[in-house]
């Protein structure tokens, strides 16, 4: 597909105080494009925005509020007069063994990373309607490859996926396409967060190249945007996501069987791992919850 100009597009960006988020709102900046930030860290926010080459501005905000998300999708059209591209990427995550994982934490990835995405598409589709405009919901390998020690992650990000296929189908004829963006272990907070954990640390090591590899973020962001510029229906941060798509059919059966053979042998050590939310932005979101609270 041909690239689209984003000089004067208004792109949106959830999770945009850091990691993929924080450097996807600078390329689209660096391309012409006005940006709105959208997250839970304002101070952090604003030093984003006031690093970015075009016009932008923040909002502070927690993207599984129907109510919040609905108020800032307005003030982004009555700021900039237009939203022409909105990127769902806020997300936390969490792993260890299901049976001792918190409850909370558990339920909070599910909520930031699948009905954050289901209410931030909500709230700024009529917007994007008017512009006949492009959404992108970040999912993941997870999305593609389930593994154990990741339940959360693994069915919030399957259902993103989920999610974007059927929105596509329902607002593709109103002009608005849909695309889903999928990328491996980048380097980010979160990955760095998960990585302090020795388990999940050891356990990812062992995955089959090229899935055992942390990949820099600098040209993840790159293909993404690339995607954005195509209004790509699939966007792959990392080259080998693609060939993933299909074989995905056999995967499940293949894990289930290795992987109990992986937990077996990591069981000893199981009742070690961290239960919370990982990385900078894991500790964010417990932190304006309870402020919240």
Wanted: hydrophobic letters at 45%.
């Amino acid at each position: 597909m041909s690239r689209n100009s984003l000089e004067g597009q208004v792109a949106v960006v959830t999770g945009a105080a850091r990691g993929v988020g924080e450097l996807l709102a600078r390329k689209l900046s660096a391309r012409g494009a006005k940006v709105a930030l959208v997250g839970l860290e304002p101070d952090e926010l604003k030093a984003v925005s006031g690093r970015l080459h075009t016009e932008s501005a923040h909002w502070h905000a927690d993207v599984t509020d129907h109510v919040a998300m609905a108020a800032v999708a307005q003030e982004v059209k009555a700021h900039f007069g237009k939203v022409d591209i909105v990127v769902a990427n806020a997300g936390v995550a969490s792993g260890g063994p299901f049976t001792d994982s918190d409850p909370e934490a558990w339920r909070r990835v599910i909520e930031v990373n699948l009905v954050g995405g289901a209410v931030t598409a909500r709230a700024f589709l009529p917007v994007l309607m008017e512009s006949r405009g492009y959404f992108l919901q970040i999912a993941s390998l997870a999305a593609i490859t389930p593994a154990p020690m990741m339940s959360a992650y693994c069915a919030s990000k399957s259902g993103v996926e989920a999610f974007a296929y059927c929105l596509r189908a329902e607002v593709g004829y109103k002009g608005v396409r849909v695309g889903v963006g999928y990328l491996s272990w980048t380097d980010t907070d979160m990955v760095r967060g998960a990585d302090e954990d020795e388990v999940m640390r050891e356990l990812r090591q062992r995955l089959p190249w090229p899935a055992n590899r942390t990949y820099p973020l600098g040209p993840a962001v790159d293909r993404i945007v690339a995607g954005i510029e195509r209004r790509s229906s699939h966007v792959y941060a990392q080259w080998w996501l693609r060939g993933m798509q299909s074989v995905r059919g056999y995967l499940p059966t293949l894990i289930g069987t290795v992987g109990q053979r992986e937990m077996r042998r990591f069981e000893p050590r199981l009742a070690g791992v961290g239960r919370g939310l990982v990385g900078a932005g894991g500790a964010a979101d417990e932190k304006a919850r309870t402020e919240r609270y």
